[in-house]
């Protein structure tokens, strides 16, 4: 079985869920996953942990209330780690709860 990782971003101009996978070796995937919203995000974010995600990493967009409801949508089924930006410079300095926590 390969070991799945996934990284997620979001995009508002995204309208539906959009997944690349790169295969690393032989026995790894890397999961792209682009969303546009934090909804969005929560359910691909349970469908990858019923895949077998071994760890999912938010991109800076997800401020922490997005983070917490990806980290509750995957219960408990893989780490979920985040790289932070407080004043995302892509959203004009908001942060993602700013942007997409609405």
């Not at 890397?30 to 999912?56: F, H, P, Q, W």
């Not at 509750?72 to 892509?90: L, Q, S, T, W, Y």
């Amino acid at each position: 079985m390969k070991r799945k990782i996934c990284f997620m971003f979001i995009n508002g101009e995204i309208d539906a869920p959009q997944r690349t996978i790169m295969e690393v070796g032989e026995n790894g995937e890397m999961i792209l996953v682009g969303v546009g919203s934090y909804a969005s995000a929560v359910e691909e974010a349970a469908k990858l942990a019923e895949e077998g995600v071994v760890a999912l990493e938010l991109c800076g967009g997800f401020g922490t209330m997005g983070h917490a409801k990806v980290t509750e949508a995957v219960a408990g089924k893989c780490p979920v780690g985040v790289i932070r930006f407080d004043n995302h410079p892509g959203y004009d300095g908001m942060s993602g709860d700013e942007k997409w926590g609405k």
